[in-house]
């Protein structure tokens, strides 16, 4: 319940991690929204009111049962079928307040001008600090906890353009690093999966002559060892990458009789 406003998700993938769902105004419009939804709920009997703190709850169990991993949780991903309620929730206090606003004689002209003033800069601050969290904050975030497929992708493609072939491009996965899958979809084939579950499976390669190439995680000495091993004749380049520390290695395999 706490993930909306006060500690969020921690995969980095996923958002800033522990930082709030919501933005600083959303987040404190969804206190007073949650209890002015619970009031209606036992004040009206609205049977709206009690579908919509059902439908929250429900959506929030895909979360709450994720016991296989409890350090995931509140998971921002799995709770996703909460967000339309949280924003309806979160929205409440200023549909009422908008409400009071439009009644007929609730007050001087001037009392109510600065009331809609107010509810303005709300919805200005919201939308300007939710632009800086989403546009600045997590792109920055996630260039700086992701590795760069994209250069990865490059490679491959450059790799395919100068005669090689993509079922000779191999991926080898490493804890924490880059999935092969976007590797595949930056390289241009959707279908390519490549991955190198198992060093065992590097010696059978060997039997095609066809030039290859494979893609390793700089600290790997165990996969580099096993390529240097198999393929005396190959060879070894770090690519620099952009992104500070997500250089990736490059092991190339010249073809039988290059």
């Given at each position: ?12 993938a996923n958002t800033i991690p522990e930082a709030p769902e919501l933005g600083l105004v959303s987040g404190a419009l969804f206190v ?161 999966r490549q991955a190198v579950m198992e060093m065992e499976e590097v010696p059978a390669h060997a039997q095609d002559p066809s030039p ?47």
């Amino acid at each position: 319940l706490l993930m909306f406003n006060y500690r969020g998700d921690v995969v980095p993938a996923n958002t800033i991690p522990e930082a709030p769902e919501l933005g600083l105004v959303s987040g404190a419009l969804f206190v007073p929204g949650v209890v002015y939804l619970i009031w209606r709920v036992f004040r009206h009997r609205e049977t709206s009111g009690l579908t919509t703190t059902i439908a929250f709850f429900v959506m929030l169990l895909p979360s709450i049962l994720s016991l296989a991993f409890p350090e995931e949780n509140p998971s921002v991903v799995r709770a996703g079928g909460a967000v339309p309620i949280v924003m309806i929730i979160a929205a409440l206090p200023l549909a009422a307040m908008w409400q009071r606003l439009s009644t007929p004689g609730d007050g001087r002209p001037f009392v109510r001008g600065v009331r809609s003033g107010l509810l303005a800069v709300l919805l200005v601050v919201a939308v300007v600090q939710n632009f800086h969290w989403y546009f600045v904050a997590y792109d920055a975030h996630i260039l700086r906890s992701s590795w760069n497929a994209t250069e990865m992708g490059e490679v491959v493609q450059e790799f395919v353009e100068t005669g090689g072939e993509m079922e000779d491009v191999y991926h080898i996965p490493y804890p924490h690093w880059v999935d092969t899958r976007n590797i595949a979809i930056n390289a241009g084939d959707i279908t390519w999966r490549q991955a190198v579950m198992e060093m065992e499976e590097v010696p059978a390669h060997a039997q095609d002559p066809s030039p290859k190439l494979y893609l390793l995680h700089p600290a790997d000495a165990e996969a580099l060892q096993t390529l240097r091993a198999t393929y005396p004749d190959g060879s070894v380049e770090r690519y620099q990458s952009d992104r500070p520390g997500k250089d990736f290695l490059l092991f190339r395999v010249p073809g039988q009789g290059e």
